[in-house]
């Protein structure tokens, strides 16, 4: 999980059609999540209980849990990390690392500050506030890192477990946290994209000399 967009995942527009079961189940997600933003906004996180939700969105507890293993999963899941995968993929072969995940960050930014930006905000915020939100992002880095880097083993032909690979796999993972983390302790008031165009920056030249 990256938790830099917002939580309706970004397709391409010519996917396939989807069948009538995987639209069911994008609404059920969908109304889990949009029910859990607006208690929350209401009452605070720790007073939202996944009973208040089921309730809202019309299904059973036991189908939240089924979406989502924790209510902390109902707020940091938003399945971007397939996401950047398939970008990175679909990007051409002999690219620069940096230049790759340039663009993939300016496509995830763009998506998650137009597309829902109150519920971006909201969540982030919750990254930081939240301690037990806070505790499930960290755990959750392993698994973009993990995708991360399979792509990057097919893109350079090193095995996915190498040293290298899994350095600059969770490498790409803790500036996505890091620039989300600075946004939302900043109260959102930064550009999100001008803040990703700084974090690569340091990421390929390391600390600028000199202070601040």
């Known amino acids: 999980?990256?938790?830099m967009t917002a939580a309706r995942t970004p397709l391409p527009a010519t996917r396939p059609q989807l069948g009538l079961r995987e639209r069911k189940k994008i609404k059920?997600?969908?109304a889990i999540r949009d029910a859990t933003y607006r208690l929350i906004e209401e009452q605070g996180f720790d007073?939202?209980?996944?009973e208040q939700i089921a309730e809202l969105a019309e299904v059973s507890p036991s189908t939240v849990f089924r979406y989502f293993p924790t209510k902390e999963d109902i707020v940091l899941t938003d399945e971007f990390a397939p996401f950047m995968a398939?970008?990175?993929?679909?990007r051409p072969a002999d690219e620069p690392w940096l230049d790759s995940l340039r663009h993939v960050f300016r496509k995830a930014v763009?998506?998650?500050?137009?597309?829902?930006p109150a519920v971006t905000r909201l969540r982030t915020r919750l990254m930081v506030e939240v301690p037990s939100v806070r505790s499930r992002m960290m755990e959750s880095m392993s698994v973009t890192g993990d995708l991360l880097r399979q792509v990057i083993g097919e893109r350079t032909g090193r095995a996915p477990d190498s040293f290298e690979v899994r350095v600059f796999a969770m490498?790409?993972?803790?500036?996505?946290?890091?620039v989300t983390l600075y946004w939302a302790e900043h109260r959102h008031v930064d550009?999100?994209?001008a803040l990703v165009e700084r974090a690569l920056d340091v990421m390929r030249h390391g600390l600028p000399p000199g202070k601040p």
């Open 191 to 193: 550009d999100l994209g």
């Open 47 to 50: 007073a939202t209980t996944i």
């Open 28 to 30: 059920t997600r969908t």
């Open 110 to 116: 763009d998506f998650g500050t137009s597309e829902e």
């Open 171 to 178: 490498s790409v993972v803790g500036c996505l946290m890091e």
């Open 1 to 3: 999980m990256t938790p």
């Open 86 to 90: 398939a970008e990175l993929r679909a």
